[in-house]
């Protein structure tokens, strides 16, 4: 009644409560007994009340229950009906397993039959096309085995090896390709082939034999061939290389062996040009046959790999293994190339003594130069050797250079030169001695293409230091004679080039014109003495320097002559004021220093640059300022050239960097030997924007300033 009363909701409610109290009663492990112990012994109350209790309980619990059911009565039934529902589509299913079991076991029935025919047919067919396999295989081994019996059984002269060799390969690779154990056929031709395979290998070998001690390709290719028709080249190359390598080592050790060096000496003599004894046979057996044995090995090594280099084959040796068959001969070589050295340093110190002594004689010279072209010509014929002959001879020509240093004269007396007075012993000594080093030099270069390229790098280095030791002997007189003469052109800084002239005259630079018929002193004493160098200095050179034949010197001399002109240059444009006069002195003197240049030290037309320069400039003299931007001279001049001559145009007021810095002409042309054009040109503008005020209130006056500004 209470159920009904407060609907299901209060019936759950309820019934969670007595699950809650009876919570003992659903344990998995419950014991009635020891739950009615606990009760009655933990309770106030008999047992008949704790019966009617439970019993209560019970009847409230089934009570909850009745309305559970009742509440979810729909919900049950709609689970009744479709567990109704599934029992009837498992019927349906377990009744179509059944009969799909049923065909299955039909079908297998039916295919059983034909599947174990198939069977049988397969395997037969299997076994029979494995039959005809074999039968084929041994069809064509008969066919093989029948030709190489017909070709071993022509006359041994008639039989071709490598035919042969091919079919016997042939044979062996059908055998791998199938299984013939139990062929009768087969094993009564096996020993017909170990008989035919060791004939063929040992007349192949023979035939390599001969063919190599005949040097016959012809023999050596036919005896390979056969060895590449058996698939055996490799080993066959590697035995005989491994063999001739035994012999070699073996010779070379004979060869090698000091007591054999002895014995090759005339008439078993123990001295030789070496010293004496075991020492002097060796260095004399050293001299005659080493050179030969290294062209040979070397010879030997690049004919075997042009022979072994075959188009998309590697050659049968490399370069490591020449440097290898070299090393072989290192104590042979090391004693060469000592004995070498000590004849070169000989002969070097015989010509070349050192001190203070006298000169060489031209006998003594040429006999040193000999000596070191012997060596030179006889390693030559090995490109390993002349490398190592040519590095030796260096150090030869760096002890003659060192003794050539220490007999050059030097002290004051070397440097002084002046117009009149003629060289002293100091100057023609080194003058001698610069000489013979040049033909030292030049003997030697002349050598040069004629070796292996393999001796230019230290053969050449070499002469370069001889070269540089004969220019370092004769370089202070070059260097007092240049200081002399450019001391001689600063003296136009004293003369007085402001003279304008006729203003009618022609503008060509025909000094005639307005009466200019004398050169300045400075350049009359400029040209003496250039005149009195030829005549007293290069005049003792042997070969004299010229630009048509190579020397030391000819370089000391093109400098000489090119430095000349360039330095007129740039202090002729520096004078200033400059009139229309001073500009045709300038060019009167311009050409006897052309004159005294070109005939005394170096051809003008052969010096390039300098040379338009200098040409170039004498037209600029006479070039309308307007006119400088557009002419093509300003291709010829450096552009500080032009911007300083410039400054001759302009006002006094505006200075040149020059005098705006406080520097002398001298000065200022020592600064420019050590600085850029760029950096003289910032100079020119820095001067002009310092004089700006002077120049700016001039419209003439600026417009020249502007073409200064554009060069820079």
Known sequence: MVLEGN???????????????????????????????QVLAGSQTTAQAQLEKMREGTRLLDTALASEVTGKSPELFGHVQRMRDTESSLADVVLSVETLQSAVRRIRAEVAGPYEHIRARTRQLRNL??????????????????????????????????????????????????????????????????????????????????????????????????????????????????????NLEKTARTALDPKQLTSTEDGGSATGSGGSGLAGAQGAACMRRYPKLAYTLEAMFERLAFETTVKGVMPAV???????????????????????????????????????????SPADVQKCIGVIHDELKVGGISPQLAALVATTSGTALALLSEKAEYMAATGPEVRAVSHGAPASAAQTRNIALCSQLQEVHRSLSSLLPKLPQTASPALGASLEVVQATAIEIVAPIFKSVVETLENYLLQMHSTDFSLEGSSDGPTSGTSSAVGVVDTSRHITAAAMLISHFRSEFLSKFVPLPSPNVPSCV??????????????????????????????????????????????????????????????????????????????????????????????????????????????????????????????????????????EPQWRASPEVAGTVGIILQLC
């Not at 104590?331 to 004849?343: C, T, V």
């Open 318 to 360: 490399s370069q490591a293994q020449l440097q290898q068959l070299l090393g072989a001969t290192a104590p042979m070589q090391g004693a060469y190339l000592a004995i070498s050295l000590n004849r070169m340093s000989d002969a070097v110190t015989t010509a070349f003594p050192g001190g203070a002594r006298s000169l060489p």
């Open 129 to 246: 096309h494995s039959t005809i396999g074999l039968l084929r295989h041994l069809i064509h081994r008969l066919k093989l085995v029948h030709k190489l019996q017909a070709q071993m059984a022509a006359p041994p002269e008639s039989i071709d090896l490598a035919k042969a060799a091919k079919l016997l390969t042939d044979i062996r690779a059908v055998d791998s390709s199938a299984e013939f154990a139990g062929v009768e056929a087969v094993a009564a031709d096996e020993a017909f082939l170990q008989r035919t395979s060791a004939l063929i290998h040992e007349q192949a070998q023979a035939a390599l034999a001969e063919g190599m001690a005949t040097m016959s390709q012809a023999r050596v290719g036919s005896a390979l061939q056969v060895f590449f028709n058996l698939d055996e080249l490799s080993q066959a190359v590697r035995t005989l290389l491994s063999g001739y390598l035994q």
């Open 554 to 691: 000819g370089a000391l001399v093109e400098r000489m002559a090119a430095r000349l002109l360039i330095f007129f240059v740039r202090h002729a444009s520096l004078v200033r004021p400059l009139g229309h006069v001073g500009k045709l002195q300038l060019a009167k003197d311009m050409a006897e220093l052309q004159l005294a240049v070109g005939s005394s030290l170096y051809p003008l037309e052969q010096l390039g640059q300098p040379y338009r320069v200098l040409k170039a400039f004498r037209s600029l003299l006479f070039t309308e300022t307007n006119s400088i931007l557009s002419s093509p001279l300003l291709r010829e001049l450096p552009p500080s050239v032009t911007a300083h001559h410039i400054f001759s145009r302009l006002p006094a007021e505006v200075q040149a960097p020059h005098e705006r810095s406080g520097l002398t002409t001298a000065q200022y042309s020592l600064w420019l030997d050590t600085h850029s054009t760029e950096e003289a040109l910032v100079g020119v503008r820095q001067a002009l924007d310092a004089s």
């Open 7 to 37: 609907g299901v909701g209060e019936g759950e409610k309820l019934l969670s409560m007595l699950q809650q109290q009876f919570s003992d009663f659903n344990t998995p492990n419950f014991d009635v007994a020891k739950h009615t112990s």
